[in-house]
């Protein structure tokens, strides 16, 4: 996870790195939580136009496309809203068996 701090706010948000599950299964909603207004309508209309391109098939792939990215859009957003990388990297804490 990367986190990115607003200094004008104080506030902090972490981004995970990789395939996003959450965006994957909710696409444009997604988006909507996350207040990526324009990106929503842009995922929103992309998977329609798959959709009419290719059929079922197309909107899979767009699927796929929107979890392997989503991340990434999100840091671009953040960074257009005044936020700054603070070059921590958080660990997501591992449930391990006690041998």
């Known amino acids: 996870m990367k986190i990115y701090t607003q200094k004008a706010s104080g506030y902090t948000e972490e981004v995970d790195e990789g395939f996003n599950g959450w ?12 207040r990526m207004i324009w990106q929503a309508i ?3 209309v992309g998977i ?32 257009t809203k005044g936020y700054t ?9 591992k449930f391990r068996k006690k041998k």
Do not use: C, D, M
């Not at 329609?48 to 990434?72: P, Q």
């Not at 603070?86 to 660990?91: E, L, T, V």
């Open 42 to 44: 842009g995922v929103f």
């Open 85 to 93: 990388s603070q070059n921590i990297r958080s660990h997501k804490k």
């Open 23 to 34: 965006a994957f299964l909710f696409g444009a909603l997604w988006y909507l939580y996350k």
């Open 48 to 79: 329609i136009i798959l959709v009419v391109l290719f059929g079922w098939i197309g909107a899979i792939i767009g699927w796929f496309i929107i979890g392997f990215t989503a991340n990434r859009t999100y840091e671009s957003f953040l960074i």
